[in-house]
């Protein structure tokens, strides 16, 4: 016999939406980028971005989101590294053009 405690079986907890931040792009759930000046053309299923910025671990190949759209990058006007003093740190993108494909899932 065995004096080791025994566990009560976990329940398994109820899921809670995670709230996401309206100035954020995410990819497999993580914030990648923060957004400035985005504009939501429905009609051209397009996303435009006066600015992104902190996006180091943007991967811009690959499917992303932004408040409830699915969205690829499609256009950059102008890429550039900021100075470690900046008030934006890392990889700022300028006139981003993003496809929207879609609705993310809830």
Partial sequence: MSNAPTRAPSQPQPATPIQRENDAIYQRGQVVARVLE???????????????????????????????HRILVRKIAYATKVEKDSLHKGRILRGVTAEILGYREH
């Avoid at 671990?57 to 690959?62: A, E, G, K, M, V």
């Fill in 38 to 68: 985005p504009e939501i053309d429905l009609e051209s299923k397009e996303i435009r971005f006066g600015e992104l910025y902190n996006s180091d671990h943007l991967l811009l190949p690959d499917e992303c989101e932004f408040q409830q």
